[in-house]
């Protein structure tokens, strides 16, 4: 078993009135501390997303963990090929290389707070999808950029099945 000490001297405090958000509701990304905050102990965000809001399409980290607490509402959630309602409280652990994805509940609105570990630099990813629902880029320029934030998109049956 090998062990990861993230050498860093002081805590990590971020005020919400200080944490940039990415986004507006469907879908809205509170940045929370990144890598570099954390000496790569981790990277972690806040999502709101609406009723039945999608919030990240299947995709796997290699070399990432990804933890989903709700912390209100109601999401679902992929996990390898099982698709798991989580509610307000449940706490979902994903481990590297098992493909996920997330979205709020037909008919509830979700509150997560995602927590990927060990860290990956993740801020500019998030602001790279905001540039794509603005139409800025191209929605394949994420498939440029899989390898640098440790995020790489793949096909569902489960996921794409799981409303009907």
């Known amino acids: 078993m090998s062990l990861f000490v993230p050498k860093f001297d002081e805590s990590v405090i971020v005020r919400d009135a ?3 958000v990415v986004g507006s509701a469907p879908t809205s990304v509170k940045l929370l ?3 570099s905050a954390t000496a790569g102990a981790l990277s972690t965000v806040r999502v709101t997303l609406a009723d039945g809001a999608d919030g990240a399409r299947p995709h796997r980290h290699d070399d990432s963990a990804e933890m989903f607490f709700v912390l209100d509402g109601a999401a679902e959630i992929l996990s390898g090929d099982d ?3 989580a509610g307000r409280g449940d706490l979902v ?3 590297p290389g ?3 994805a997330f979205a709020a509940v037909p008919g509830s609105p979700a509150d997560l707070l995602v927590v990927i570990t060990p860290g990956v630099e993740r801020f500019e990813y998030f602001r790279h999808l905001q540039r794509v629902r603005l139409g800025e880029v ?3 320029s994420l498939l440029e950029v899989q390898d640098l934030y440790d995020n790489h998109f793949l096909p569902s ?3 794409d099945g799981r409303r009907g």
């Open 93 to 95: 652990i994903v481990p």
């Open 33 to 35: 501390a990144d890598s």
């Open 83 to 85: 698709v798991v309602t």
């Open 157 to 159: 049956e489960a996921w």
């Open 138 to 140: 191209s929605q394949e």
């Open 18 to 20: 200080d944490a940039e």
């Open 98 to 100: 098992r493909p996920h």
